[in-house]
């Protein structure tokens, strides 16, 4: 590969120029020959037999040039951009320039490129932290949790009461019709949760166990399946058992069971302590965020849509991985949803918009400070991430590499720059 040409062009987008030698070429088009050769039938000649120069005439003399194009472009793309010192954004368009086995190819390509911005006034910004205090009503709020977790089921004698659990079958219909997910056997389903809909769990209070009977309710107009929505149906019951929570008392003894502490008292100084450390936490990430969102507004410069698109994408495929941790797809999701994958990727657009702009200013303030990361702080970060995950550091260099990890550590440095020079105002 030879570079021919690197030229900045608007709205954050280079033209490149390169290309690939005779010989390189030939051997291309001779490999893409013996791959694809064999699907072209010639008369006089066995399927997969006809020499190349025969195909060529009766196919058009660019029949294999495409293919032994796509075969070289990877490797000699990925050389250009290099030689070039740009760092791409976005996928490229490529074009032909020219094409010859006696003199080679020349391909142009357009592609996004990160933008050059410009970042002034970040130091000294003024910003509001606000830590909530906490009161008596959040510490108890959190007893009462920890009540609840440790509570025991005791199985109730008569009719079941908003809070109890039931052990059900159901089986709904509607205008007779029996539907798709109306029906289960033994559902564990906690009375006043709103977990069903509207009108079903305040029709089951007041029934035995043992009891058989009917529910009657009317479809959200707005339900996820259009089939059903605004519809009547009727849901058969058959009530299995139901049990209560007893909760246990609130007292020195309490504190022992579920905790290191002897007294209730210690218990609560405990979880108020906690509380004040997860409210000064999150008061410190708001602030954080303020002044990103501050330093983002000083921001100049144009952002191309390809790093929009391709942190979209991103953020799809996250979405997707986490859809395949619980046991689900894409495809399933989005039929429940009732949206076609243009409509869902729309969704996350404000999300990657953001996270472009939050990632372009700490990196722009990164390189305006010059912070460069030393090999000793390199190598600790690595330590850190491999205690964290449990694994060895040169596992973790295989898949994270050196330059990525130093851009991450020089956008934590320029965030903590805006954190050190800002002036805090506490409310």
């Not at 205090?133 to 609840?148: G, T, W, Y």
């Not at 722009?364 to 449990?390: G, P, S, V």
Request: hydrophobic share 40%; proline share 2%.
């Amino acid at each position: 590969m030879e570079l021919i040409k690197c030229e900045k062009l608007e709205k954050s987008m280079a033209e490149l120029q390169f290309s690939v030698d005779a010989e390189t070429y030939k051997k291309a088009v001779d490999a893409a020959f013996k791959r694809e050769g064999k699907k072209y039938t010639i008369p006089g000649f066995r399927k997969g037999k006809a020499p190349k120069a025969m195909i060529e005439k009766m196919y058009g003399a660019d029949v294999f040039t495409y293919d032994a194009i796509n075969d070289l472009f990877p490797a000699a793309y990925e050389e250009a951009v290099k030689a070039a010192g740009i760092e791409v954004v976005g996928r490229p368009e490529v074009d032909i320039v020219s094409e010859s086995v006696a003199d080679g190819v020349v391909l142009k390509v357009n592609v996004a490129v990160k933008p050059e911005m410009k970042l002034e006034g970040y130091k000294g910004m003024e910003v509001a932290k606000k830590t909530e205090a906490v009161d008596e009503e959040q510490v108890n709020q959190e007893l009462k949790r920890m009540q609840e977790r440790n509570a025991r089921q005791m199985t109730r004698e008569g009719a079941a009461q908003d809070g109890d659990i039931v052990d059900i079958d159901f089986d709904g219909s509607v205008d007779g019709v029996h539907f798709e997910g109306g029906k289960a056997e033994h559902y564990s389903l906690t009375l006043g949760s709103g977990s069903f809909i509207p009108g079903f769990e305040e029709q089951v209070v007041g029934h035995s166990a043992g009891d058989e009977f009917d529910v009657n309710v009317k479809f959200p107009e707005e339900y996820h399946a259009e089939e059903l929505a605004g519809k009547d149906a009727v849901f058969a019951i058959k009530l299995h058992e139901v049990k209560y929570k007893e909760l246990p008392e609130l007292d020195d003894e309490f504190a022992k069971d579920v905790s290191e502490y002897d007294t209730l008292d210690e218990l609560k100084a405990s979880i108020r302590k906690n509380i004040e450390e997860r409210n000064a936490k999150m008061a410190e990430q708001e602030m954080e965020n303020k002044l990103v969102d501050m330093a983002i507004e000083k921001m100049e410069g144009e952002i191309p849509e390809a790093m929009y698109e391709s942190k979209m994408d991103e953020l799809v495929q996250d979405f997707e991985y986490r859809l395949q941790q619980q046991g689900m797809n894409l495809k399933t999701y989005l039929q429940y949803l009732g949206q076609n994958m243009e409509q869902f990727r729309s969704n996350f657009m404000e999300a990657a918009q953001k996270q472009v702009k939050q990632r372009l200013a700490m990196e722009t303030i990164a390189a305006q400070e010059n912070f460069e990361i030393a090999e000793e702080a390199l190598e600790e970060e690595y330590k850190k991430i491999a205690e964290m995950y449990k694994m060895e550091v040169e596992q973790v260099k295989k898949f994270i590499d050196a330059a990525s990890l130093k851009k991450d550590m020089a956008v934590n440095k320029a965030l903590d720059l805006l954190k050190e020079t800002a002036k805090v105002v506490e409310g």
